[in-house]
Nanobody, 120 residues
Framework: QVNLVESGGGVVQAGGSLKLSCTAS????????MGWFRQAPGKEHDFVAA??????YYADSAKGRFTVSRDNAKNTVYLQMNSLKPEDTGVYYC???????????????WGRGTQVTVSS
């Protein structure tokens, strides 16, 4: 059984930073592709970033501002978000997949999400 728990969300002004964490119980995160998705109110889940082995992947909107990383000793994946914009607002979910990192439906496990609100 895999349990993913996100934390680190909050309210921040535009231009600010937040660092999200996703801690996993069960198999180590290093063995799988771990991804972050965002769901804004009334919208679908949008891909934000993913890490697989030594490779990282980002949505165009996240490139240059967000960094995804992993601490294998803590079995935790992080999403450092800088230069935040109001359009980054949403619930951020961490998930694990053995399929394509952009394919939301292919993720097998999800956390409950953490709310990020960016005020203008």
């Amino acid at each position: 059984q895999v349990n993913l728990v996100e934390s680190g969300g909050g309210v921040v002004q535009a231009g600010g930073s937040l660092k999200l964490s996703c801690t996993a119980s069960g198999p180590t995160v290093s063995r799988y592709t771990m991804g972050w998705f965002r769901q804004a109110p009334g919208k679908e889940h949008d891909f934000v970033a993913a890490i697989s082995g030594s490779y990282t992947y980002y949505a165009d909107s996240a490139k240059g501002r967000f960094t995804v990383s992993r601490d294998n000793a803590k079995n935790t994946v992080y999403l450092q978000m800088n230069s935040l914009k109001p359009e980054d607002t949403g619930v951020y979910y961490c998930g694990r997949t053995t399929y394509g990192y952009r394919d939301y439906e292919g993720y097998e496990y999800w956390g409950r999400g953490t709310q990020v609100t960016v005020s203008s």
